[in-house]
Each structure stands twice: as structure tokens, then as C-alpha cells.
């Protein structure tokens, strides 16, 4: 399956901003879908994960309360609505697909190419 994630942008601290991530070439309901982000010289840190039906979504304990996940697979697509942003939150933003919902980079074996969100304070 190959997966695009776009929606990230310029943003000024307070704002929400959602991202998309777009599926091909596979049935997208058959993946569970892990969103993550990397910031500038820190390591790759999962931020939710969504099962193939929406009916089991976890999240990370830092990321809680802030962004919320959901998908569309008449679209396949899935979806990272990020609310209350702030400048810590500056980082490239993934989207991965796999057959279980974890919370772990290496549990993927597709992965988008990424998108930038820059928060400005």
C-alpha cells in the first residue's frame, strides 16, 4: 500500500490543523493506520494509531487530549486533527500502515514520505 500524507503548513501557536493521509494500491481497510512525528534532531514518537474500522484508537500519554484520529476507508483515508498547537509540536508528520494498532514505529511496514508543520510562537 502506498500512502501520502499532506496537510502541513505554517501555522501560529493556538491553531488547529488537519492532516490527511491518502491510500493506493492495497484495500486500506485492511490496515491499521499510526501516525508519528519526528521533530529536528529528536527520534521518530508515535502519536495515535487507529485499527482498520475505527473502533480502536490509542493514542500516546504526551499526546492526549490535543489530537484526534479518524479514518474514512470509503476515501482511505485517514485523518490527524491537531488542535491547540504549539511550537514543541513543530516536526514532520508520518502516516504508516500495518496490520495491528500499536504504538511503535517498527510495528508499520508502509510509511508516507511526511509533511511539515511548523508551529510559530
Known amino acids: 500500500v502506498q500512502l501520502q500524507a499532506f496537510g502541513g503548513g505554517l501555522v501560529q501557536a493556538g491553531a488547529s490543523l488537519r492532516l490527511s493521509c491518502t491510500a493506493s494500491g492495497r484495500t486500506f481497510s485492511d490496515y491499521s493506520v499510526g501516525w508519528f512525528r519526528q521533530a529536528p534532531g529528536k527520534g521518530r514518537e508515535p502519536i495515535a494509531t487507529i485499527n482498520w474500522n475505527g473502533a480502536n484508537i490509542y493514542y500516546a500519554d504526551s499526546m492526549k487530549g490535543r489530537f484526534i484520529v479518524s479514518r474514512d476507508n470509503a476515501k482511505n483515508t485517514a485523518y490527524l486533527q491537531m488542535n491547540s498547537l504549539k511550537p514543541d509540536d513543530t516536526a514532520t508528520y508520518y502516516c504508516?500502515?500495518?496490520?495491528?494498532?500499536?504504538?511503535?514505529?517498527?510495528?508499520?511496514?508502509?510509511w508516507g514520505q511526511g509533511t511539515l508543520v511548523t508551529v510559530s510562537s
Open positions: 504508516a500502515a500495518g496490520h495491528y494498532p500499536l504504538l511503535r514505529a517498527n510495528g508499520y511496514a508502509y
